[in-house]
Nanobody, 127 residues
Framework: QVQLVESGGGLVQPGGSLRLSCAAS????????MGWFRQAPGKEREFVAA?????????????SYADSVKGRFTISRDNAKNTVYLRLNSLEPEDTAVYYC???????????????WGQGTQVTVSS
């Protein structure tokens, strides 16, 4: 039905940057919003960022970020390519996790609001 494939993860030093991509495929793919979550070993999956797929706004804007990444991460989209991106700047060891993209009917911060998930891409921040 719908497949989401993340890419772009890797090992970087503290202060470094990465750009993650998530490409969606499947017949008649449509979504209301795309989000990024991350999960470190032994921890719960946590919200990172989300973006509306069209002009719909949530809490006054088309994007939303976790407090821990505001000012460092940027989410963007390319509707024609069915792709969402996450730019990670000023990376810290605490950002180390598997990063997942997901599709939802509307903007949200809870993982259970998202219907389709990718397999994740590993981001490791270490000196």
């Amino acid at each position: 039905q719908v497949q989401l494939v993340e890419s772009g993860g890797g090992l970087v030093q503290p202060g470094g940057s990465l750009r993650l991509s998530c490409a969606a495929s499947g017949r008649a793919f449509r979504t209301g919003a795309m989000g990024w979550f991350r999960q470190a070993p032994g921890k719960e999956r946590e919200f990172v960022a989300a973006i509306s797929w069209n002009g719909y706004t949530w809490n006054g804007g088309s994007t939303s970020y976790a407090d821990s990444v505001k000012g460092r991460f940027t989410i963007s989209r390319d509707n024609a390519k069915n792709t969402v991106y996450l730019r990670l700047n000023s990376l810290e060891p605490e950002d180390t996790a598997v990063y997942y993209c997901a599709s939802a009917k509307k903007m949200g911060w809870a993982a259970d609001e998202y219907d389709y998930w990718g397999q994740g891409t590993q981001v490791t921040v270490s000196s």
